[in-house]
């Protein structure tokens, strides 16, 4: 240990303590993650960790048994955990008008599809690892922001090799709101488990709030108009309670997440299609009736199909709202 020099205590919780320290050898700062007592599930966390190799995942530095404690030294994450980054946003609002508010005091819709994308790869990842790992404790508060917005997965305290443990054999595991109906009861999981736990995340970043899932909320989420409808069946998809109605993988929540993305741009092709004609039409009309006033017939048609087409578009928009949102809107910050 006189290699290191902690600075502060970061964090605390049921499988240890983090602290800000100090490589006096390298003059570096790492996370320090210290473990007591030492028990099976060190070895197993370590074992794990050595052969995840991620971008989401800090480094792992070293990591030794001292005293009867385990101790991990890793990559020092700097950032805000997503939990204090969705509240100050929260906070924010609170403390101006809505009409005072810039657009870097929302989470945009582009933004939530990236961190997505990012949290579904690293599942897909840790998932495909021969044996594969269930993360089981994904929440707000193990997943870090860096300053330029990608993203971080922290502590591993509660994730296992699925083919070695008994997941879960009548033991709770996880967090009240993320965790799957299953998992919370203590019943046996498997990769979907973290599918529904990616979902919940998703939603809090949508609300602006923490919240989770609690149980009966899930089918309200059904009439929330500040989840794009797209992206809405998706999230309720994640969130069944009936894990055989769950995306079975995060390949195939990536794979409809990806399509919703590809739908979005198409329709932004087609908007902008769409708005050439109607202006072409007027341009033409304008361009008939200065230069040749007795072609009426000309220039009555392209007004015509003018108005056709907006009178299209009016009835179309009033059919698929939901869709025709190209950022997102809200997020209680």
């Known amino acids: 240990m006189e ?7 970061l964090g605390s919780g049921g499988m240890g303590q983090v602290y800000l320290a100090e490589d006096c050898r390298v003059g570096r700062k790492v996370a320090m993650k210290i473990i007591q007592p030492v028990n099976l599930s060190f070895g197993i966390e370590m074992e794990m960790l050595r052969d995840l190799k991620s971008e ?7 990591a030794w048994i001292e005293e009867n404690r385990g101790i991990i030294i890793m990559e020092y994450v700097e950032g805000k955990t997503l939990q204090e980054y969705i509240n100050a946003r929260k906070e924010n609002e609170e403390e101006q008008n809505k009409e005072d508010q810039n657009e870097e005091e929302q989470i945009e819709e582009e933004q939530i599809f990236e961190w997505g994308r990012q949290i579904a ?6 998932h495909n690892l021969h044996p594969k790992i269930l993360y089981r404790d ?11 917005k990608k993203l971080k997965i922290i502590d591993f305290g509660a994730a296992a090799i699925m083919e070695r443990d008994k997941l879960n054999g009548g033991k709770r595991v996880g967090t009240y709101g993320y965790a799957s109906p299953e998992q919370w009861s203590g019943q ?16 809090d970043m949508f609300r602006g709030s923490c ?19 797209g992206m809405k069946k998706i999230i309720l998809k994640c969130l069944e309670s009936d894990a055989e109605k769950r995306y079975a993988s995060a390949e195939a929540f990536l794979k409809d997440w990806k399509s919703y993305k590809k739908a979005e741009q198409k329709s932004l092709i087609g908007f ?3 708005y050439s004609v109607l202006i072409s039409c007027l341009i033409y009309a304008a361009y008939v009736i200065w230069c040749f006033p007795s072609k009426w017939k000309l220039w009555t048609l392209s007004i015509s199909i003018y108005l056709g087409l907006k009178m299209g578009q009016t009835w179309y928009n009033s059919r698929k709202y939901s869709w025709v949102q190209v950022k997102s809107v809200w997020c209680r910050g």
Do not use: C, H, W
């Not at 994904?138 to 330029?148: H, R, S, T």
């Open 138 to 148: 994904l929440k707000p508060e193990n997943i870090m922001v860096l300053p330029d």
């Open 272 to 274: 902008f299609f769409f």
């Open 56 to 62: 989401l995942f800090p480094v792992i530095y070293d």
């Open 121 to 126: 790869q690293f599942l897909k990842q840790i």
């Open 188 to 203: 046996m999981v498997d990769e979907r488990t973290d599918i529904f736990s990616m979902g919940a995340v998703i939603l």
């Open 3 to 9: 290699r290191y020099k902690i600075i502060k205590q």
């Open 211 to 229: 919240e989770g899932i609690m149980g009966s909320d899930i089918r309200m989420i059904e009439q929330e108009r500040y989840v794009p409808e």
